[in-house]
């Protein structure tokens, strides 16, 4: 009882770890505009920043660019890679053929052949997409196989114990005790989806939080600069946020740690 009563008064509500994180970011940065005031420009300026841009509707423009990039590549990438790590775990042959391909690529940066994209597909939307579907789709194929091949044997065994075909295993069996790890695999892609969207954005074209950066930092516009940062930070936490509202609903039924 003593225990329970300890915990209820040490007890603080996210929302007000939330605004004590917030608080602190905003300290810091002051902090570093002061200390660093031609690489850091105050809350204030980048502000002013944001407010500038979006009553032109500059801003939303690059949003969107960028959001549709990601959201295409990614949701390809998505449905692609989910058949494609389900047969690398069921068919050892169609393993042995694709995954060295996958090995090799997964360990290539995305800046390094995006160049070589861009010369084939040039410098549109369809370059800027490929290159996000090949690096999410190289993670999340990955976390999905991992997750397929780690299913428990015992219940594989139980089902057939218990009758059921090979395709009640794997729609019954397979695929549930796989969610956690397809979400997981989401996840992922979507962070790599934005750290790819960088790398594709700022070597070519006229729209997007990447392009903006850097013509940004071509004027050393450091307010403008720190604005499209936050701007992927704060896409960056929603997908975040997405994602595990969806791991919730989907994967109820398994013991984890609140959030």
């Known amino acids: 009882m003593s225990q329970r009563k300890s915990e209820k008064q040490g007890f603080v509500p996210n ?29 204030l300026e980048v502000w002013e920043a944001f407010l500038d841009r979006t009553a032109s509707g500059v801003l939303w423009e690059h949003v969107w660019a960028s959001l549709s990039r990601v959201l ?16 690398m775990a069921w068919y050892d042959a169609f393993r042995h053929v694709v995954e060295p391909w996958i090995q090799f690529i997964r360990n290539i940066p995305p800046l390094a052949y995006v160049f070589l994209i861009i010369a084939a597909l040039g410098i549109g939307q369809v370059s800027k997409i490929t290159v996000i579907f090949i690096a999410s789709f190289l993670v999340m194929v990955i976390t999905v196989y991992q997750g397929v091949r780690g ?7 139980a089902a057939r114990v ?23 695999a989401a996840r992922l892609g979507l962070s790599t989806s934005l750290t790819t969207l960088m790398a594709s954005e700022i070597v070519g074209g006229d729209k997007g939080v990447g392009m903006m950066i850097q013509q940004a930092s071509g004027y050393y516009q450091m307010d403008v600069v720190l604005l499209g940062i936050i701007l992927l ?15 919730r609903r989907f994967t109820g039924w398994q013991e984890t740690i609140q959030r």
């Not at 295409?72 to 047969?87: D, H, N, Y």
């Not at 299913?151 to 065994?157: C, R």
């Open 15 to 43: 929302w007000a770890w939330t605004l004590i994180s917030l608080a602190l970011a905003v300290v810091l940065w002051l902090v570093a505009s002061g200390r660093w005031p031609a690489v850091f420009a105050s809350p």
């Open 233 to 247: 930070g704060i896409i960056g936490i929603c997908f975040e946020k997405i994602v595990l509202f969806l791991e």
């Open 72 to 87: 295409t590549g990614f949701g390809i990438a998505f449905v692609v890679s989910i058949p494609v790590a389900f047969l």
């Open 151 to 157: 299913v428990d044997v015992t219940l594989i065994k």
């Open 162 to 184: 218990l009758g059921a075909t090979q395709k009640d295993i794997f729609f019954k069996v397979t695929i549930p005790a796989s969610t956690p790890f397809i979400l997981t």
